[in-house]
């Protein structure tokens, strides 16, 4: 009975997060209330409560499962034991353009966060996660920098710390740009070329030097 109970409860909380992606991919996150998702859901606001403290609560748990397949990966190439770091996040980035690009949950749920979520008072929770979120990226791909420096992977000179600033702001801007315009450009197909002209000036760029 206990086991049926979990189980049921983890199949309402899916139904709420499936019905929250729907709802602020439709109708934008501010545009959106509880009641409208509680209604797509089939359950109770209620219900809601019972799973998630309000709704920036529930936009953190969408954007949660996107990052549960790419960890591995992007631990690695933070290892100082990682022999290929820069090699580790080449791969990593070509497999998130693919994902965005060809995978309709993911690239749902990042048009919400880039093109459809305005941080407005009922969402400044959310704001401060994406602030801790964007400072942690930052150290997390400078780590990678650094072992790729000492592997002899990038210059040896390489403002690490700007350079972090400079592929994680192309990073999302590129990712933001396709989903505004699909058709401007080809990411899917493109992407090893876009990850590497994001290496290249990570190599090649003087402004990026110490």
């Keep these: 009975m206990v086991r049926r109970t979990k189980e ?4 309402t909380r899916s139904q709420i997060l499936e019905a929250a992606e729907q709802a602020f991919y439709q109708r934008g996150v501010a545009r959106t209330t509880l009641a409208d998702i509680a209604t797509l859901a089939g359950v ?5 409560y019972w799973h998630f403290s309000n709704k920036s609560d529930l936009l953190q748990a969408l954007l949660d499962t996107l990052h549960e397949p790419l960890d591995e990966l992007a631990r690695a190439s933070e290892s100082e034991d990682e022999v290929d770091p820069l090699g580790c996040m080449r791969k990593l980035l070509i497999h998130l353009y693919h994902q965005v690009a060809l995978d309709p949950k993911t690239r749902r749920i990042n048009e919400i966060l880039i093109h459809k979520c305005e941080f407005t008072d009922e969402m400044c929770d959310m704001r401060r996660q994406r602030q ?18 000492n592997r002899g992977q ?14 994680h702001g192309y990073i999302q801007g590129l990712i933001g740009q396709w989903l505004l315009v699909p058709d401007s450009f080809q990411l899917h197909q493109d992407a090893e070329r876009w990850v590497d ?3 290249d000036m990570l190599r090649l760029s003087p402004s990026l030097r110490n």
């Design 8 to 11: 049921e409860a983890q199949e």
């Design 44 to 48: 109770t606001r209620g219900a809601i």
């Design 132 to 149: 801790t979120h964007s400072l942690e990226c930052n150290l997390r791909i400078g780590l990678t920098l650094r072992n790729a420096v």
């Design 154 to 167: 990038l210059p040896e000179n390489l403002d690490t710390v700007r350079g972090a600033v400079c592929i």
């Design 197 to 199: 002209a994001g290496l």
